[in-house]
């Protein structure tokens, strides 16, 4: 069983100047994505929603995984709307428009929060928080989830509220809720500085979203990963469903899809749809495996911004034929560590160093990894099959490759996208 590749158009309604304009008031007020671990400090900011959702929300779902988290929560999303059952979703980052975290729907309905929604919000939310919390400070991330959990009780009562964790789960915002379903969609080494180098560390701050006598999925091909998680789910009486392994040799997107389609069956068990007439349906989502178009050529975008997201895309290319295998890459990463971003390259110049070309370059961003770590990893790797552009842009335009994967950060996949649009 293959997914179809699909192209997917850039919303109509996407407005650059409105989207600089909640940006740019975003980050002069709380920076940009800026982590600060702990959960005390911001108790007080959430508690009213605790409270609130309480009585206003059937079920919480909590989606945590160092990879596919985003896929993972908006299958289920998808699935949940076919059965028209109304749920808010969060996600975190976004990827072309900041209003891709703010997911509603009802009546099999789904919509974006619109830009005026959003700002309003925005502005209130800042001023009330000055006034019931002064001198409280919340980070980028902790206030556009503020954010979400308002327009989430303004829409209320709801069937469920959709929580994909930004970085672990232990520390994060959303773990200020009890998740009655939670699920850990992958365990690898990402953002060691703050999780962690080993497994049972990173899994430590991941499993910590369960709730005793509540569900956790998990889909780990690692026997070590289980192992350590029986231990766990034993000591705190978690339930603990595993999925076990496809013995087909899933590719990581269909493990994704599985790992959502067994979460809404143990959500919505009376639900006529199946995942092998199902799958099909389902739509792609920003970042993962869209196509545009741009100057007649074909731009495939997939977010692989870590050894292990690197790895299963690699895996996806061998294994299913539906993906367009391309003439070239165009590559930037986001700040992570020079040894980290070497190994990702080694990986990509191994795999296509005979199917394509490829050009790692540097974007304008605050999270963007600085333009001298980046040539500094192409110097380490570099044997001739690959190139460093300062301009990707221009690269874009006078490529003759028809044919374009662009890869590594979701920020940069971002910024490519909204060059494209505007």
Not at 22 to 27: E, K
Not at 201 to 209: C, M, R
Not at 349 to 373: C, N, V
Request: charged share 25%; proline share 3%.
């Amino acid at each position: 069983m293959t997914n179809q590749v699909i192209t997917k158009e850039i919303s109509e309604d996407f407005d650059p100047q409105k989207e600089k304009e909640i940006m740019d008031f975003l980050t002069q007020n709380f920076g940009f994505e800026v982590f600060t671990p702990g959960l005390e400090r911001t108790r007080a900011v959430y508690a009213p929603f605790i409270d609130g959702f309480k009585k206003q929300v059937t079920k919480v779902v909590i989606i945590a995984g160092t990879n596919g988290k985003g896929q993972t929560a908006h299958t289920l999303g998808s699935l949940l709307a076919k059965e028209k059952k109304s749920f808010a979703l969060w996600t975190s980052p976004h990827i072309l428009s900041i209003r891709e975290r703010f997911l509603y729907s009802k009546d099999g309905h789904s919509e974006e929060a619109s830009y005026e929604e959003l700002k309003n919000s925005i502005e209130t939310a800042q001023e009330r928080l000055h006034q019931e919390l002064p001198g409280t400070k919340v980070s980028f991330y902790e206030f556009l989830f503020l954010v979400f959990l308002r327009e989430a009780l303004n829409r209320a009562p709801l069937d469920y509220l959709l929580l994909e964790v930004g970085l672990g789960g232990k520390l994060d915002a959303v773990n200020h809720f009890d998740a009655d379903c939670a699920c850990i969609t992958s365990i690898s080494r990402d953002h060691q500085s703050i999780l962690g180098s080993r497994y049972e560390q990173i899994l430590g701050e991941k499993i910590a979203v369960s709730r005793a006598n509540k569900v956790l999925f998990t889909h780990f091909s690692l026997n070590y990963l289980n192992e350590l998680t029986s231990e766990y789910v034993k000591s705190h009486q978690v339930d603990w469903r595993v999925i076990p392994k496809n013995e087909k040799s899933d590719n990581y997107f269909l493990e994704n899809q599985r790992l959502a389609w067994e979460m809404f069956y143990y959500l919505e068990p009376k639900t006529d749809l199946t995942f092998e007439t199902g799958i099909s349906h389902l739509p792609l989502y920003k970042g993962r495996r869209e196509i545009m178009t741009f100057s007649g050529k074909s731009l495939i975008f997939i977010g692989a911004h870590n050894i292990d997201g690197v790895r299963r895309m690699l895996e996806s290319f061998e294994e299913d034929k539906s993906l367009i295998m391309p003439e070239s890459l165009l590559i930037s990463f986001s700040a992570r560590p020079l040894n980290e971003v070497t190994v990702m390259l080694k990986s990509l110049i191994d795999f296509f160093k005979e199917r394509a070309e490829l050009s790692l370059t540097t974007f304008d961003h605050p999270k963007a990894l600085p333009p001298e770590g980046l040539k500094e990893a192409a110097e380490l790797v570099n044997k001739g099959m690959l190139n460093f552009v300062f301009d990707w842009k221009r690269e874009l335009q006078t490529t003759k490759s028809q044919t374009i994967l662009v890869c590594g950060s979701y920020y940069f996949i971002g910024e490519v996208q909204r060059f494209i649009r505007s």
